[in-house]
T-cell receptor, first 115, second 112 residues
């Protein structure tokens, strides 16, 4: 399978714990995006990387959230001191962004439940 | 501020019928309009996309109609099938294509 993969698919944690999610993009894609989706809503942008550089962060990305993309390959999203409001589906997407191509391909998501 | 407004919120269609979902946008800088299909528990999957230099794009049973002057675009699903039952999102990128603004989604149910 050469699509975007995410791990884990599900995570249940207690309030105050830290969690980390991983995203492996399509191998030739240089852009990687993180989105958050709550029930009944469309995905909302959190942050994106071009290669290893994090170029934009949404105001939704509080200081408890941190994302990295070492070596411009896979990415991790860490949430520290989780809160019940962090419960959501966290989606990763990648794109090649070369020329006029800008299609974003999404992974299956990580569903987080904070108790 | 919602960048892309989508309607209806839910839609029930008989098998073989036409499903129509509408989206409107304000930002005239948007230059790419993808539609995504999402099944429960899955990530969004690209269905079809259009650029504003064309008024219509068709791929199989799926057609996007684009009205640049009205700043509206719509998805038409011809011969709707029960397997089309999913949530559909329209989207548009910001000016730097750094992220996508999504509509609120339309939950489509196709009745056999």
């Amino acid at each position: 399978d050469t699509g975007v993969s995410q791990d884990p698919r599900h995570k249940i944690t207690k309030r105050g714990q830290n969690v980390t999610f991983r995203c492996d993009p399509i191998s030739e894609h240089n852009r990687l995006y993180w989105y958050r989706q709550t029930l009944g809503q469309g995905p909302e942008f959190l942050t994106y990387f071009q290669n290893e550089a994090q170029l934009e962060k949404s105001r939704l990305l509080s200081d408890r959230f941190s994302a990295e993309r070492p070596k411009g390959s896979f990415s991790t999203l860490e949430i520290q001191r989780t809160e019940q409001g962090d419960s959501a589906m966290y989606l990763c997407a990648s794109s090649s962004y070369r020329g006029t191509e800008r299609t974003q391909y999404f992974g299956p998501g990580t569903r987080l439940l904070v108790l | 501020q919602q960048q892309v407004k989508q309607s209806p919120q839910s839609l029930i269609v008989q098998k073989g019928g036409i499903s129509i979902i509408n989206c409107a946008y304000e930002n005239t800088a948007f230059d790419y309009f993808p539609w995504y299909q999402q099944f429960p528990g899955k990530g969004p999957a690209l269905l079809i996309a259009i650029r504003p230099d064309v008024s219509e794009k068709k791929e199989g049973r799926f057609t996007i109609s684009f009205n640049k002057s009205a700043k509206q675009f719509s998805l038409h699903i011809m011969d709707s099938q029960p397997g089309d039952s999913a949530t559909y999102f329209c989207a548009a990128p910001d000016t730097g294509a750094n992220n996508l603004f999504f509509g609120t989604g339309t939950r489509l149910t196709v009745i056999p």
